[in-house]
């Protein structure tokens, strides 16, 4: 029973620290690090609240520094998703029927670790494991992940607040339930608060989940769910495991407990996923909720108008930041010709002076792309380029796997709006120019909306408003985060709820309620102060 109503206000968005020479937290930090190096982390799987270790040990290395080994996962196979979804139907009643209040306490509490004892640990393991520099780590692991529990809490409860309207002689309430069953939570290495968002969503909202991250993730996620344990988390709401997506996929699809999945990752995979549950329909108690955010082609038009400064600015952080593995990374540029060669210019001169190493040193803007696997595929990419009258190279093109897999910082120019690059999703530090006459601006505005299958960010570049106006008209479909004069990345939770449909997901708005609502199916309650003792209407009566 509840004995009151409970506040949960507004939050703020938590503060990007600077890491400045000498500040306490760029100290602590590197502490942190050689703390991390130093120790081989042995990382088992959680189940049922339970530290679960196979025996099959799967090495984490740094992409930036292939030949150290951070520590092992035990990786899982069928059991243990069998064990993980009886684990979480088991939690399910308890944790369904726990207060509010009791519930929101728990991610807010864990929200409060990340931000104070946690935070260069978040920080640290996301570094290493997934090759990003300090700030971009800070606004993923820590900024973004606290925001995504703290607001969540926030929208959860105005939600709960919801209720229709009631009649003299009744009452109605919304029960705002949890799905019926398990919740499965499928996560990218790109964005360790994407990897901590998903399961956590799901499960605030009542439900359980099992949750399996990508295993080029699982150092900075094996983090996280130890912070969660540590914040009062009951063992079973979330249970985090390592195994391949087929296994997953053939025993998570083919049960009748499924009720839904949080999925980012690739269009391809999402597609697939979908088939596959429909292909299942009759096997499920209800049907299920299917939330995905997959892949971008993300695009940067700039007007004749447009200052060049700005455009390149735009260019080399949307392109370059964290390698450009962002679903929302600028990888297609549209530049009118009487500025594409000031925009050229000043763009080879910033990447020219980007630094490319290890995330131990604080002064390389770039690091390494995730594996093996992506630095083939993108290397396969720029050395075609290089081959291909209709492209030429403007900057960068090394690739070098020798230490770690780097690939620096290239821009390739194409003759040809359709070419490969401007059209394939690349998910790396590769941005594609095409030069257009710059009185052909409407012209343009097609060739971004028709050239790629995805919609999921893009921006306008332009001093000129009545330009603006018409980009974000014509462009209305083209992207679900739409920035005027910025670059298409750098989403903030509750500022800028996040998703994109067409080919790049469901559009289910990372960030905000609308996400929430999927999570949750709600129950209409009528009462009835004083029914009637006789079927009959007036109307039925002559006199």
């Known amino acids: 029973m509840s004995l009151g109503y409970f506040s949960y206000p507004l939050p703020v968005n938590e503060p990007v620290l600077s890491y400045a020479p000498g500040s306490p937290e760029k100290l602590r930090l590197k502490k942190v690090l050689a703390e991390l190096k130093k120790k081989e982390a042995d990382v088992p799987m959680y189940i049922g609240g339970r530290a679960v270790r196979t025996g099959n040990r799967i090495a984490l290395n740094p992409p930036h520094e292939r030949n150290h080994v951070l520590g092992y996962y035990h990786e899982g196979e069928e059991k243990h998703v069998r064990q993980a979804i009886d684990a979480a139907l088991k939690a399910k009643e308890s944790w369904a029927a726990m207060s509010w209040e009791t519930r929101a306490n728990i991610f807010l509490r864990a929200a409060d670790l990340i931000a104070t004892k946690y935070r260069p640990y978040m920080n640290g393991t996301t570094m290493l494991g997934q090759s990003k520099n300090i700030f971009q780590a800070e606004i993923d692991a820590a900024c973004e992940l606290i925001d995504f529990l703290k607001f969540n809490v926030h929208f959860l409860s105005e939600i709960y607040k919801q209720q229709p309207i009631s009649s003299p002689g009744m009452h109605n309430r919304m029960e705002w339930r949890p799905l019926e069953g398990f919740v499965l939570a499928i996560t990218p290495f790109n964005f360790t608060a994407i990897g901590g968002n998903l399961?956590?969503?799901?499960?605030?909202?009542?439900?359980?989940?099992?949750?399996?991250?990508?295993?080029?993730?699982?150092?900075?996620?094996?983090?996280?769910?130890?912070?969660?344990?540590?914040?009062?988390?009951?063992?079973?709401?979330?249970?985090?495991?390592?195994?391949?997506?087929?296994?997953?996929?053939?025993?998570?699809?083919?049960?009748?407990?499924?009720?839904?999945?949080?999925?980012?990752?690739?269009?391809?995979?999402?597609?697939?996923?979908?088939?596959?549950?429909?292909?299942?329909?009759?096997?499920?108690?209800?049907?299920?909720?299917?939330?995905?955010?997959?892949?971008?082609?993300?695009?940067?038009?700039?007007?004749?108008?447009?200052?060049?400064?700005?455009?390149?600015?735009?260019?080399?952080?949307?392109?370059?930041?964290?390698?450009?593995?962002?679903?929302?990374?600028?990888?297609?540029?549209?530049?009118?010709?009487?500025?594409?060669?000031?925009?050229?210019?000043?763009?080879?001169?910033?990447?020219?002076?980007?630094?490319?190493?290890?995330?131990?040193?604080?002064?390389?803007?770039?690091?390494?792309v995730i594996d093996e696997r992506s630095y083939d595929k993108l290397k396969k990419y720029i050395d075609n380029a290089k081959k291909d009258r209709k492209a030429k190279i403007l900057v960068g093109g090394t690739c070098d796997k020798r230490k770690g897999f780097f690939i620096e910082p290239t821009v390739i120019e194409t003759r040809d709006p359709k070419y490969v690059t401007m059209c394939e999703e690349l998910f790396g530090p590769v941005l594609t120019i095409y030069v257009y006459d710059a009185n052909q601006f409407e012209k343009a505005l097609n060739l971004v909306d028709t050239t790629s299958p995805y919609a999921l960010t893009g921006s306008i570049i332009a001093q000129d408003r009545a330009a603006v106006e018409l980009a974000t008209n014509v462009l209305r479909n083209s992207a679900?985060?739409?920035?005027?004069?910025?670059?298409?990345?750098?989403?903030?939770?509750?500022?800028?709820?996040?998703?994109?449909?067409?080919?790049?997901?469901?559009?289910?708005?990372?960030?905000?309620?609308?996400?929430?609502?999927?999570?949750?199916?709600?129950?209409?309650?009528?009462e009835t102060f004083n029914p009637p003792v006789d079927y009959r209407y007036p109307f039925l009566q002559e006199q």
């Open 199 to 368: 399961p956590t969503s799901a499960a605030m909202c009542g439900n359980t989940v099992v949750w399996k991250p990508a295993h080029t993730q699982i150092y900075s996620a094996q983090m996280f769910m130890r912070i969660l344990q540590e914040a009062g988390l009951p063992d079973g709401v979330i249970n985090l495991i390592y195994v391949d997506g087929p296994t997953l996929g053939e025993v998570c699809f083919n049960h009748p407990d499924f009720a839904g999945v949080h999925f980012t990752g690739s269009t391809g995979v999402f597609n697939t996923m979908w088939s596959t549950i429909g292909a299942n329909i009759s096997k499920y108690r209800s049907y299920p909720r299917i939330v995905g955010e997959t892949g971008g082609k993300d695009f940067v038009i700039a007007h004749r108008s447009a200052d060049p400064d700005v455009v390149a600015t735009a260019l080399a952080r949307g392109a370059f930041e964290f390698q450009g593995q962002k679903c929302s990374a600028a990888s297609r540029a549209y530049i009118p010709s009487n500025i594409a060669d000031a925009v050229k210019k000043k763009l080879v001169e910033q990447i020219q002076s980007m630094k490319m190493g290890s995330v131990e040193d604080f002064t390389n803007f770039v690091n390494a």
């Open 480 to 526: 679900g985060n739409f920035y005027i004069n910025d670059k298409p990345t750098g989403a903030v939770v509750g500022q800028q709820p996040f998703g994109g449909a067409r080919g790049s997901g469901t559009n289910d708005k990372a960030g905000s309620m609308i996400n929430l609502y999927r999570w949750l199916s709600a129950r209409t309650i009528k």
